[in-house]
C-alpha cells in the first residue's frame, strides 16, 4: 500500500509538508523567518485536527505576538527570540512527524496484504471476463449461457493457476463475467437443443 493513501498520511500529511517548509535553510532566502512566518509554521503542525483547534491557535497566535512585542522593544533579541522559536518549532515538528511516520508504517504494513490481495483479485476477475468475452465471441450456435460460461471460467482459470484467487463456489464467477455477457446468454433458462 503506497503510504500516502494512508489514513494517517492524508489526515497530516500535508500538514506536515508545509510545515517541513519552514525548516529549510533555503526557506526564506536563507534570512531568518518572520514572526508571521513562525507562526504559519507553529499553526501547520499544531493545528493539523483534532478538538479546541480555535483555542489552539489562539494560544500560538499570542505567544507568537508576544515574542513579536519583546523583539520590538529590544530589537538587539530579536534574532535569537526568532532563532529560539524556530528550533522549538523543529522540535515539536520532528517529534509530530515520526509518530505520524510510524503510524503511517504501522498502517501501510496492516493493509499492504489487503491491498495485494484485493489486486490479485482485480486481475482474476479481469482475466475472468477476457476469458468469456472470448469464449463468447467464438460461440457462433449462441447457446452458451452465463451459468455455463461461468463453470468454463472458473476450470480454465483453475488451469491457469489462479485457484488462489478464485471464490468459494462458481457463483460468484457468473457474477464477474454477466457484465460481458450478450444478450442470449443472459436468457433464463436452458438453451433449446438443436434438431440435427
Request: zero cysteines; a neutral charge; glycine letters at 6%.
Amino acid at each position: 500500500m503506497q503510504k500516502r493513501l494512508t489514513r494517517a498520511h492524508k489526515a497530516i500529511g500535508s500538514f506536515l509538508d508545509s510545515a517541513f517548509e519552514y525548516t529549510s535553510p533555503d526557506f526564506n532566502g536563507g534570512s531568518e523567518l518572520s514572526f508571521d512566518q513562525l507562526l504559519s509554521m507553529y499553526s501547520a503542525h499544531i493545528l493539523n485536527g483534532g478538538n479546541d483547534i480555535e483555542a489552539r491557535a489562539k494560544l500560538i497566535k499570542s505567544g507568537i505576538r508576544n515574542f513579536e512585542l519583546i523583539a520590538e522593544s529590544h530589537p538587539e533579541l530579536t534574532t535569537i527570540i526568532k532563532d529560539a522559536l524556530h528550533n522549538i518549532g523543529t522540535a515539536v515538528l520532528l517529534a509530530t512527524s515520526d509518530k505520524i511516520h510510524r503510524e503511517i508504517e504501522s498502517e501501510a504494513l496492516r493493509f499492504g496484504g489487503l491491498s495485494e490481495k484485493n489486486s490479485a483479485k482485480k486481475s482474476t476477475i479481469d482475466r475472468a471476463k477476457l476469458i468469456a468475452t472470448e469464449n463468447w465471441a467464438t460461440d457462433d450456435s449462441k447457446e452458451i449461457r452465463t451459468s455455463a460460461m461461468a463453470d468454463k471460467v472458473w476450470n480454465q482459470l483453475i488451469d491457469e493457476g489462479l485457484s488462489e484467487q478464485l471464490p468459494e463456489n462458481v457463483e460468484r464467477v457468473k457474477v464477474w463475467i454477466r457484465g460481458v455477457a450478450p444478450d442470449y446468454a443472459k436468457a433464463k433458462g436452458r438453451s433449446k437443443k438443436r434438431s440435427t
